[in-house]
């Protein structure tokens, strides 16, 4: 009798686990159906609170954590960049939903270009691939984006230049929206650039050392066609600048997200355009 106990106790352990699994997935998918109703509810919420407001004319992003999400999640770090210029389309849709009219992103520092060669090759092929999709995307020519590269571009390879031609080309005449990219771009890189051309200048007689003001300068940054960043947003929860926009930052809001970049969802997005949207602006006063 007791051999005959234990094939009956093993099935009824086995359908008892049987059972469990299939309660446990049934939770787990409840639980994600209510998180998600709970999370399109608040952002519904965010963006009605942010259209009721004034929001940023310009923001700034360092595009951080793109090859920590790729080794969290046991993907290769190309899949990881790739990943991460996904995310600026999506991003760029957010700030057209909100309002937000000039983006400035953060892709390739000076200093990035010492990583190795294989990850600039992945790079590059990804630069070359981002700004050729970009002067041929539709959403671009409907919504009359304008796309710029900033930075030091002679050191870029040739096919990457030509493909940012090609993009600067078939953009360069819109302006509903800009949509800057930092490639190769080092802030006192810039600013030392700038203070080069203005010396030149003095040099030539065009330009009398008194005439030298904040105004001027500004005229001789990359971004001289538009106004400093009102908001300057960093994702992976990485707290520093990383010698972006050191000039245009000054009177700037910073905003600290602690999510990787190719995770950054539209609802951290509203929170970091709250966030800005409820602090008082002093500029020094």
Known sequence: MGNNKHPKSGGNEKKGEERS???GSAYGAFSRVISNTLYATYEKKLMQDIKRHPVP????IIMDGNRRFAEKLGLSRAEGHEKGKDKVNDVLDWSREVGIRIITVFALSSENINRSDDEIV???DLFEKGFREAGDDER???HKIRVKAIGNLSILPERV?????YAEDKTGEYSGYFYNVAIAYGGRQEIIQAIR???GEVRNGNIETEEISEELVSSYLYTAD???????LRTSGEERISNF??????YSELYFSDVYWPEFRKIDFLRAIRSYQKRKRKYGK
Not at 57 to 60: D, F, K, P, T, V
Not at 226 to 232: E, G
Not at 245 to 250: D, E, R, Y
């Open 57 to 60: 004319r310009h923001i700034g």
């Open 197 to 199: 051309r203005i010396a």
């Open 226 to 232: 538009f106004p400093d960043p009102d908001l300057i």
């Open 245 to 250: 926009l050191l000039w245009q930052l000054a």
């Open 140 to 142: 671009v020519h409907r």
């Open 21 to 23: 699994q299939r309660n």
């Open 161 to 165: 230049r030509a493909a940012i031609k």
């Open 122 to 124: 992945e790079l590059m």
